[in-house]
């Protein structure tokens, strides 16, 4: 399998240069692409309107299987569903789907591991292995998508004559899972580009959502790609001090060069700019902190998420009570910074950044 091409890999102008290389005219590369994007094909028997030939080259020269999942944790209340994935190299990734009333949100993940060694963080705790592929990125949203469109048509099944299939069965992104999606920006990028063209999946760029630690290089340039991609700043602190102890990588780039870049995004794009902030018991949680935050969003067309901190084993950092949540939320409200309190989704399944894998692979430190 070492020397098959991963299909989920190729941009589309790459999947034409090999198809036409193989001596099949132009339209065949709109056909495969439809297949794999559209009809979330998994396997190339089922691509009725290809020649039997080219289906078999197919099959024997590239590759679609490019995840394997290991473990699947479905929610008490089946809202939320986690999927722990075996890569070719035998790295694990994990991507979760969350189901709302009105939408369909997978939270994707970007590398094996983080090496910006956020210290609250399950994933940053284990360090870097390696960025993942396009393909790998782009797969775990169709493997989600498939495992959607699977139910939806089960249950159209049961309810004859009522179609329940949904054109975009995953129907948002967020950039949230494992890894820091800026420090692999090529793969991160194509697996966007891919996701939203629309010969393909064709999903909406105000769909998706990046969250970066706030990588000052990678937010200007998403800047000059002028796609409307939505913006998730992981922010923490209000002044560089805090900041640094809690996020390492921000020694590298002050919080007045973040805002100056986050404010520039907004500007091109029109987006409202989101922040995360999770609240740490006695770190990061003083009303005193809550006001410099305000003060340092302020004018700015954003929305704050306070995350209350989920415990991780490598750390003893605990999570604020809910009546410091609730003041610090109240002093941002009276600042005019709008905020919502983050439910914790998945909590019984673990569904924390890199909470599964950690467990899985035995490096829980207890
Ligand atoms: N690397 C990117 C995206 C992945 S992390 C980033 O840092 O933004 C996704 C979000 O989960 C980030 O906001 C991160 O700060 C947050 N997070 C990580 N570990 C957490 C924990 N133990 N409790 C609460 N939020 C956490
Ligand atoms: Fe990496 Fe994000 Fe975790 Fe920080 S919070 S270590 S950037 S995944």
Redo the contacts with the bound molecule.
Sequence with gaps: MEDRIALYDLTYRQLSELLTGWGEPRFRADQVWHWLYNSLAGDFASMANIPKALRERLSTETELQLLTPLTELESASGQTRKVLFRLPDGNTIESVLMRYHDRRTACIS?QVG?G?G?V?????QGGLARNLSAGEIVAQVIYLAREIRRVQLEQSTFQAGRSQVAVHPVSNIV???????LANWAATWQAIETLTDSRGYNLGARRITL????LVPGIRRMAQEGLPINL???L?APNDELRSQL?PVSRNHSLADLMSAVREYGQKTGRRITF?Y?LIAGVNDSLELARDLAALLGGLLCHV?L??????PGSALQ?SPREQVDAFSGVLEAAGIPSTVRMRRGIDIEA???QLRQRQSGIVVK
């Design positions: 970007t983080c910006m956020c609250f963080c399950a994933t940053g950039l949230m899972g494992m890894g820091e999606p969250s970066t630690v706030g998730a700043v992981s923490h996020v995360e999770a998420n995350i209350p901190l989920n415990p991780t999570p924390g950044c890199g």
